[in-house]
Each structure stands twice: as C-alpha cells, then as structure tokens.
C-alpha cells in the first residue's frame, strides 16, 4: 500500500539550532516528491520538488534531500519564522490519474 | 496576480443544510483537486478533475458533490449526507507541465 509517514510529529528547537525532519514513503512509480510549508489557518505553501534519489534543493534556511526510501528537510540556523507545519507529499503513476499521498506533517517551533 | 481564490475564509452551518465552497484559478491549470484536512492527519483527497466537464471521486467523495462547467471555477457543495463535515477544505490546482499542486488559502466550515 502507498504510503507516506513523517518524523517528529512536532520539534521544538531554539533559534539558530540546526535540525533535520524525515518523510519516509513506501510507493510504486514515483513521479515526485514534494515539500510544502503551512502556516496556521492558511493553505501549504509549495517550497520544493524532487525527482530522483540523490538530488537536492535549497531555499534559503531549507535543504531538500532525497533517497530511494526518504527525504529530508534541513534547517540551518532556523529562525522563529520558519516555525510552521511542514508538508511532505509523492506523486506516484497511476493507470488513470497521479495520485498525490501527503503525510500528516511535522509542527515545527524556533524558539528566540 | 495569477493564483487561486477560495470563499468564504470560514463558514458555519447548521446540520441538515448544504453548503457549496467557492474556488476560483487564474493559472490557466486545467486541472483542480478538492481536499479536506482534519488535525493529526494527510490531506484526503475528495474529488478531482482533469478537464472542463468531467471530475472523478477520490478517496473520500461520500456526501460531497463538484461541477466543472468553467476551467476557472472548481466548486465543491458539502451535502447533509457527509456524517463528519467539520474541516479544513483546500481547493489545488496543477498543470500537466508541472508535477506539483498549487493550494488556495482554505475555508474552514463548522457544522453544528
């Protein structure tokens, strides 16, 4: 079955405390894979997307790794700005449609 | 500014009524998903729809009905059937050039 899970549920870090949060995904035919920031009461904003093992992207604070089996999110020297809920989601081939399985989110706090 | 639109910000309704949930694009995307988010837990896809005039059910359609008469507007109507209305929906859109979705803003409904 496709699935996708994320690791912590929730991490508190003190600001300036470089940290990383996994997703874990067990699909077949991977088309992407995509991390997305939320913040409370508003829509994922779309941060990156990763299509094969051993790329990596970068915005700002924000690292994207992937592997055949995860990807992590880097945060280097997070600020108390980048706390927010983030998103991961794969794409995965389907016969009729793509099918996007979104993990339920890691609830990220940078302390002053 | 290109983007996509969701009304109303929030919504309450007594039980027993329906409700329809405004989302509008100006992407040019021809497709546009419906999503519901509940605490704790993935977004769940509801409905879909790739083209003007045709949409398919997701993985949680039950008590819930779309149209897509225009390329712009992708409404959903929440029925009296849905035993569990209160949520989060998000309206997304993407396109076949790109593999990742593009969220609107949300519209929290509650339902008492």
């Known amino acids: 079955e496709d699935q996708v899970t994320q690791s912590p549920e929730a991490l508190r870090l003190q600001e300036g405390e470089s940290s990383s949060l996994n997703c874990s995904y067990t699909?077949?035919?991977?088309?992407?894979l995509f991390w997305y920031r939320q913040d409370p009461g508003k829509g994922p904003e779309f941060l990156f997307t990763?299509?094969?093992a051993g790329e990596e992207k970068e915005k700002e604070r924000l690292k994207a790794t992937l592997t055949k089996k995860e990807s992590f999110l880097h945060i280097t020297a997070p600020k108390p700005e980048d706390s927010a809920t983030y998103l991961c989601?794969?794409?995965?081939?389907?016969?009729?449609?793509?099918?996007?399985?979104f993990g339920p989110g890691t609830s990220l706090s940078v302390i002053p | 500014d290109g983007g996509i639109t969701q009304s109303p910000k929030y919504l309450f309704r007594k039980e027993g009524q329906n409700v329809t949930l405004s989302c509008e694009q100006n992407?040019?995307?021809?497709?546009m998903y419906w999503y519901r988010q509940d605490p704790g837990q993935g977004l769940r896809l509801i409905y879909y729809?790739?083209?003007?005039?045709?949409?398919q059910k997701g993985d949680i359609a039950e008590g819930y009905s779309v149209s897509r008469e225009k390329k712009e507007s992708f409404p959903l109507t929440v029925t009296s059937a849905q035993k569990n209305p209160t949520a989060f929906y998000l309206c997304?859109?993407?396109?076949?050039?790109?593999?990742?979705?593009?969220f609107g803003p949300g519209t929290r409904l509650t339902v008492t």
């Open positions: 997304a859109s993407g396109s076949e050039l790109e593999v990742e979705q593009y």
């Open positions: 699909v077949s035919g991977l088309r992407g």
């Open positions: 990763l299509y094969s």
């Open positions: 989601a794969v794409r995965t081939m389907k016969t009729s449609y793509d099918k996007v399985i």
């Open positions: 992407l040019n995307h021809d497709a």
């Open positions: 729809s790739q083209i003007v005039n045709d949409f």
